[in-house]
Each structure stands twice: as C-alpha cells, then as structure tokens.
C-alpha cells in the first residue's frame, strides 16, 4: 500500500500478530489505511481540535511518538510506528474522536454546489444546488455554449476552500478508518513522514 508523501501524520492498521520491530518494514500488503486527499497538511489540520482520552489528538500522537514503544516503519518514507490505540481498551474513546471528527467536518461543511466543466478550455462552473436550472450558457473564456444540465454535471462540491474541504474529507475518511480498524479488532498505528 502506497502513501501519499504531502501526509505528515499518517494512520494505519494490521493485525497485532504482523508488528515487528525497526529497522524492518511492516508487510505493506496487510496495512489498512484511510484514504486520504493528497493534500500538505490535510491529515494534521484534521485531527486539530479532536480528543482522545481527554487529550487533544495531535498531542497525543506527539506524546505517543516521543514515548510510546517503536515499531517498524509503514514504508521507505515512513518514520517508526506507535501503536496509537489498541482494542478492547481504546474501542469506547475512538469511536468518540471518529464521532467528533465526523461532527468538525458536518459543522464546517460549506454550501453544496453542482459543477461542471467547459468542454474546450475546462473552466469550471459551480452553482448552489438550490439555485440550480437546467440551462446553456457562454463560456466566459472561450465563448463555447456549457450546458448546465443537472444530469451533466460532474457532481456535487462544497463551496469552500479547496483546502478545506480537503480537510473535511480527512475527517470523515478517518473516522471511518478508525471505526474499520476497531471493528476489525487491529490495533491503529501513527508514524510520521521523515522530511
């Protein structure tokens, strides 16, 4: 399993029997991971502002990295592991930081919009998904006719930053991730990209 290399702090799960030791490698074929907008700085702006046991996340991980017991890396790329949060013990307090990680995106979320893109030179158009009419207009750029057909566009986006939204999409990918892993009954690992 490949990493995006803009991710800091990245999360990753596997069974307990397949931890080893540095300087090996954990087997890249048996990583769970979430998966993440390949944005710089997503993943930690993310998890800013959620707890975990009373903790604010990223000091946790801090803390965690700085004392905890090291284990192999996740990649080439990677830093050591910490195992983050292992189950039974710590199933009660993730499933709270993925509850508030899902509630930080939802609060932040902006207004929904449809989208669509000029066939010619690829401006992109956005309208609010409650003001939206099947109509043609002119590209502003190029002058070519863009149908603005509900059943054409490329989807949904939320009218924000596209950073932050990023980072929404972080949250929620993450908190589904930690959900997966303590279903699964694998504990959550953090290492850090060397840069």
């Given at each position: 399993?490949?990493?995006?290399?803009?991710?800091?702090?990245?999360?990753?799960?596997?069974?307990?029997?397949?931890?080893?030791?540095?300087?090996?490698?954990?087997p890249a074929e048996s990583l769970y991971a979430p998966d993440l907008p390949a944005v710089v700085g997503a993943v930690d702006r993310a998890i800013t502002g959620a707890e975990f046991r009373d903790q604010r996340l990223p000091d946790r991980v801090?803390?965690?990295?700085?004392?905890?017991?090291?284990?192999?890396?996740?990649?080439?790329?990677?830093?050591?592991?910490?195992?983050?949060?292992?189950?039974?013990?710590?199933?009660?307090?993730?499933?709270?930081?993925?509850?508030?990680?899902?509630?930080?995106?939802?609060?932040?979320?902006?207004?929904?919009?449809?989208?669509?893109?000029?066939?010619?030179?690829?401006?992109?158009?956005?309208?609010?998904?409650?003001?939206?009419?099947?109509?043609?207009?002119?590209?502003?750029?190029?002058?070519?006719?863009?149908?603005?057909?509900?059943?054409?566009?490329?989807?949904?986006?939320?009218?924000?930053?596209?950073?932050?939204?990023?980072?929404?999409?972080?949250?929620?990918?993450?908190?589904?991730?930690?959900?997966?892993?303590?279903?699964?009954?694998?504990?959550?690992?953090?290492?850090?990209?060397?840069?």
């Open positions: 399993m490949a990493f995006p290399k803009p991710v800091a702090t990245r999360f990753f799960s596997l069974p307990s029997h397949l931890l080893v030791l540095p300087p090996r490698l954990l801090e803390q965690l990295l700085a004392e905890a017991e090291r284990f192999a890396a996740p990649s080439a790329e990677g830093s050591y592991s910490i195992i983050f949060a292992r189950p039974p013990g710590d199933l009660p307090a993730l499933l709270r930081t993925a509850d508030q990680l899902e509630a930080m995106a939802l609060d932040t979320d902006g207004e929904r919009a449809l989208v669509w893109k000029c066939d010619k030179c690829g401006t992109r158009y956005a309208v609010p998904v409650a003001l939206a009419r099947d109509v043609a207009i002119h590209c502003e750029r190029c002058g070519e006719p863009v149908q603005l057909l509900r059943v054409r566009s490329l989807g949904e986006q939320s009218l924000m930053d596209p950073h932050h939204s990023a980072v929404n999409v972080a949250r929620r990918a993450l908190a589904a991730f930690f959900r997966e892993s303590m279903a699964r009954g694998w504990p959550v690992l953090a290492s850090r990209n060397r840069t």
